[in-house]
């Protein structure tokens, strides 16, 4: 049976690519989508995440916004990365579907109360200030999840500071407690998403596709590529947020390392940085609930993106 996963993201060009590979992957089952404010603000990528739906013919996900800010800080945005829609560079169709009328916490808290328990994957590839909010407003999800898999994160160099990754840097109060909770977590840092580079050779295999889906993942991968180039000295950018959907799809597609995870909450150079205790023996699962991506099988995962653009048509 596939897996039962809502995404909560800030599209985003790689949210966009993560929305895709859900949607067109039989593995996987996309029950709903919860926007936070992040890559730009709410109303941006709330309307980013119901355009890229749109554009995959899938009117019938369900989307609902929630935090247009962190939980303590001011916001930020990464205009610089995604431009001044958050998806600059292609031009989706205007969403039909209305947007959700429940805020995203709500709408996360009772779907995941309302199935059985253990059925709902949380897949995060944004700040974690929907999923923060939610398990303080009800703790019993932790126990119903059956796991989290999210984007963010680094164990050696950040993004966002020198030691900090974009979505724990811009709300590490909501990390921290995401991070502190008793749920299976893997996180899925930029140690293993800079492996996932889209070189111009996977972009032409996406482009051979033919169909209007691929050449909007192309215009998305042309201006993710130019900003990456001129703000990160990355010749081809990394498609971070599809891993953490790979993960889901085939743990398989990575390695992964189990080890106790904390967050940087008060240093004056160092806050938000995921903190990785890999001293020692690697502890078993019933010692260590969270666990780090550190290798990707680069070919499969790209197979895995390229076959889910193309069952989309």
Same mark, same amino acid.
């Given at each position: ?39 730009? *603000?709410?109303?941006?990528? %709330? ?37 001044? *829609? ?74 966002? *500071? ?16 995401? @991070?502190? /909770? ?41 201006? @993710? ?40 909450? %008060? ?6 940085? %995921? ?8 502890? /078993? ?15 499969? @995962? ?12």
């Amino acid at each position: 049976m596939p897996k039962d996963i809502i995404i909560d993201c800030d599209p985003g060009h790689d949210d966009a690519v993560a929305l895709l590979l859900a949607l067109g992957n039989p593995e996987v089952n996309l029950i709903g989508v919860t926007t936070v404010g992040g890559n730009q *603000s709410l109303g941006k990528v %709330t309307y980013n995440a119901r355009a890229v739906l749109e554009a995959a013919g899938a009117r019938d996900v369900p989307v609902h916004a929630g935090c247009a800010r962190p939980l303590v800080r001011e916001g930020e945005v990464a205009a610089a990365i995604h431009g001044e *829609s958050g998806l600059d560079g292609v031009d989706l169709p205007r969403p039909v579907r209305p947007l959700g009328e429940a805020h995203a916490v709500t709408w996360l808290i009772d779907t995941i109360m309302a199935r059985e328990p253990k059925s709902v994957t949380l897949v995060p590839t944004g700040p974690l200030t929907n999923i923060a909010l939610a398990v303080r407003l009800e703790p019993r999800i932790v126990e119903r999840v059956r796991e989290v898999v999210l984007m963010g994160g680094a164990v050696r160099t950040g993004n966002w *500071s020198p030691v900090a990754e974009f979505n724990v840097k811009t709300d590490p109060e909501a990390a921290h407690i995401v @991070f502190h /909770e008793a749920w299976p977590l893997t996180m899925v840092g930029l140690d293993l998403t800079h492996q996932a580079l889209c070189t111009p050779e996977v972009q032409a295999r996406i482009a051979a596709l033919g169909t209007d889906l691929a050449g909007h993942v192309c215009n998305m991968m042309d201006f @993710f590529r130019a900003a990456y180039r001129a703000d990160r000295v990355f010749a081809d950018p990394p498609v971070h947020d599809p891993c953490a959907v790979a993960y889901v799809i085939d743990p398989g597609v990575m390695t992964t390392r189990r080890c106790p995870i904390d967050v940087e909450l %008060t240093g004056t150079c160092t806050a938000g940085m %995921t903190v990785a205790d890999l001293r020692g023996v690697e502890p /078993e699962a019933d010692a260590c609930a969270t666990q780090v991506a550190v290798r990707l099988d680069v070919e499969a @995962f790209w197979d895995m993106v390229v076959a889910a653009i193309a069952a989309l048509g």
